[in-house]
């Protein structure tokens, strides 16, 4: 957890929304994909899965045409979902740091130095999860999973706290090379809020507008304050509703993936608000 979201909104509506002075999405960037991305990276897609190229938003220093650095500005940009630290040997390790845990991201050395001044914000509309049914089984015997997908119940931008990094391939040599340079982020993940607990345990960090001029302050790097933001817990802004099974596929997409099951076809699946088994 987590490990699949949905990121449907046009390019305008986020930088609208989050306050983007810069979108840098059309510019060359590496993928660790063997084939092109479906949908398209900067798309609209409705399951993000790890190490698709996914938009994220950052404050970070413009670089100027002679080199130099320039004023912070917050950007758009397109990065791989799954953090390579900086001093990892190669890329691969990133499909294991999708998430980072906000109790110990400060104390992690694969996230300590993100979290303390490369912070993002990924826009979403909501996240999947799955939920294990207390009294049914799967064909194997295993309790059976149903999806679900969070999003916020007042229909407000959905902002995931997240920590970026930046690889440098030691096989090419030119700097300026796009291919150079792989750019990654990890979603930040706390507890799950009461009656979210009924899906799964742990649930993405989620901002709010007051605090994201923060979170995104790469100046801002003392310990306490990034603990504060790490530790914020808001609960009663999340819904959550049932979904088909399609998307437990990566491959599946499309709209139709975040509309709830009727009650009728669900089996051994907790109601998250009330506790009570359906279809049991």
Known sequence: MCGRYAASAEMEEIVAALQVELDRTAEPSRSVLKNPQQPPP?????????????????TRAVREEDGTKGEPARQLRLMTWGLVPSWSKDPSVGIRMINARAETALEKSAYAKAATSRRCLVPADGWYEWQRSPVALDAKGKPRKQPFYIHRGDDAPLTLAGLYEFWRDPGVADPDDPAAWLTTFAVVTTAADPGMDRIHDRQPLVL???????????????????????????????????????????????????????????????DPETGEVIGG
Do not use: C, F, Y
């Not at 304050?225 to 088909?244: K, W, Y």
């Open 42 to 58: 900067g798309t609209p897609d409705w399951n993000v899965a790890p190490t698709k190229q996914a938009r994220v938003v950052l």
């Open 208 to 270: 709010d507008p007051d605090v994201w001029d923060d979170w995104l302050d790469p100046h801002l790097t003392d310990p306490g304050h990034v603990q504060e933001m790490l530790d914020i817990s808001l609960p009663g802004r999340l819904a959550a509703h049932p979904v088909s099974t399609a998307v437990n596929g990566s491959a599946g997409n499309g709209p139709g993936l975040v509309e709830p099951v009727p009650t009728a076809q669900l089996v051994g699946v907790v």
